[in-house]
């Protein structure tokens, strides 16, 4: 296993981050200890969860994913400095968390102490902030128009954000967190949280994580080039495309207990005659390679320059072994080569 600094922090994280968002709906405690041995038998010391998962959210699962993991650690103590334990703050808009509240101030006190008591632990080493209090490009909103930047009041939203490095700070300062991150945000985001930091001597956002991909790859190369810039760790979310990536839906195919077999918030926008075209040429080039779709994409996103550890997650250990392993064989340069010329092909399909 490979490792990276995560951005400022100078914590060394694996190369690939096990993510937990299906633990407690589509896997089980027992599903979720076998990963979380296996992954750390590979050398992976990055996990990664959030308040709101399982996913899709609901009232019912809330909170499931962080104690499943709690679970795990009060009968693996012992490997909880081994780890690095990242999980996140839901923003407004869900009803079911603190009444569809946005983040502020009190809300990030009040969720650092109940992920704290569901994961069984006294500190999270990378506390991020799930997504913006403004509407963002992510989740197929990076289309021209589909959002209004100039709707918003950009000096309220540096108040709420110094509110909530404000709150943050106390976390730290109480041995509460470690480090701070973002998720689903953008440049501006990032630079605002900087300045903002900087000014007021608070805690620096050290990693953002967002969704990338060979069908989605929206933040190369400007936001990606920022996180160099400014020493921010980038962490691709959804590197197989919400599982487009490993062929599993092509032709209308849901199999059983899959991802899109669940009610998606967002709809099944990845679902597009592009990104169908796109994933089949994938799949044939890496038969050529001799490697599953999956594996391509995964060996591809770990070789983007400025990427700092992809989380990757998987619903069984046939597929959490099929993907650990597509990180220990590097694509050559005339196979990467062979990749873009897809990829130019189809830039953004959906």
Known sequence: MQYSKLGRSGLNVSRVCLGTMTWGRQNNQQDADQQLDYALSQGINFIDT???YAVPPDKDTYGTTERIIGNWLSRHSEKRQQIVLATKIAGGGLAHIRNGAEISGETVLQAVDASLKRLQTDYIDLYQLHWPQRTSPHFGKQWPNRIRFTDVDTQAHSNQMLEILQALDDCVKAGKIRYCGLSDDTTWGMAEYLRLSEKHGLPEMVSIQ???????TKDWPYLIEHCVRSDMAYLPWSPLGGGMLSGKYLEGQRPQGSRWTLLQRNGLF????AAQAAVREYMSLAGDFGLTAAQLALAWCDQVDGVTSTIIGAT?????????????RPLTGEQLDAVGQIMHRYPMPF
């Open 50 to 52: 959030a308040e709101m």
């Open 210 to 216: 967002n969704e990338f991909s060979l069908l989605h």
């Open 270 to 273: 990845r679902d597009t005659q």
């Open 316 to 328: 069984s250990m046939g597929q959490l072994e099929e993907d650990i392993a597509a990180f220990k």
